[in-house]
């Protein structure tokens, strides 16, 4: 079975602090995305990547950007957290072009 | 990218059959119906696909209308495991991915 992880479940930051959230998939999959989540708005897109060190905008991509150094990894950085950051931030990968889309278990941020 | 519009919330006794309907009027011909679905707490699990033939897998069922303008999931014998929210998405096949979810709908399994 696709299994993706996310490296916490649950993360408290202060405004202003630089974050990291990272995502491991272990098909091999190519593609790779992260989403945020938030009540009423339901999921969105920040960025994804076809590729290894390649990038995309997604919907929502101001105030974050990512690294995909391995296929296998893709993180997202929070440069200055603020709290408009606090969410549900779900990551998830895709090795066929027919969007079947493996998601991690999700990582709760909140930022104070 | 076609919209889709689900009913906000459903009900369905345990042991039934839980026939969730999407409407999607703009789809064009070359899009495909995906659900997928996300129990409280957990990332969004996808379901099926399909293009305009009917079809089955191990979770569900997909009818797509012959004029492919909406389609209904149907969960042959829901348990209370299925309470979820469910999404309709239509989208190209090979967009590389890139996936919009609407608000979906809330379906509560009852014993």
């Known amino acids: 079975d696709v299994k993706v992880t996310q490296s916490s479940r649950y993360l408290v930051k202060r405004t202003g602090e630089k974050v990291f959230l990272e995502c491991v998939q272990d098909?091999?999959?190519?593609?790779m995305f992260w989403y945020r989540q938030d009540p009423g708005l339901g999921l969105r897109l920040i960025y994804f990547?076809?590729?290894?060190?390649?990038?995309e905008k997604g919907d929502i991509p101001e105030g974050y950007s990512v690294s995909r150094e391995k296929k296998e990894r893709f993180s997202l950085i929070l440069e200055s957290a603020s709290t408009n950051q606090t969410s549900m931030y779900l990551c998830?990968?895709?090795?066929?072009?027919?969007?079947?889309?493996?998601f991690g278990p999700g990582t709760r941020l909140t930022v104070l | 990218d076609a919209k889709t519009t689900q009913p906000t919330s459903m009900d369905c006794a345990e042991g039934r059959a839980a026939n969730l309907p999407c409407n999607h009027s703009?789809?064009?011909?070359?899009?495909?119906v995906y659900w997928y679905r996300q129990i409280h707490s957990q990332g969004p699990q996808y379901i099926i696909h399909?293009?305009?033939n009917n079809e089955t897998n191990e979770m569900a069922s997909l009818i797509i209308t012959e004029d492919r303008k909406s389609s209904t999931l149907i969960l042959p014998h829901a348990t209370l495991r299925d309470t979820a929210v469910y999404y309709c998405?239509?989208?190209?096949?090979?967009?590389?991915?890139?996936?919009?979810f609407g608000q979906g709908t809330e379906l509560s399994v009852k014993p």
């Open positions: 998830a990968s895709s090795g066929s072009l027919h969007n079947e889309q493996f």
């Open positions: 098909m091999d999959h190519e593609n």
């Open positions: 990547s076809y590729d290894v060190k390649m990038k």
């Open positions: 703009t789809i064009s011909g070359n899009e495909y």
């Open positions: 399909g293009l305009k």
């Open positions: 998405i239509v989208n190209l096949y090979n967009q590389g991915g890139k996936l919009i």
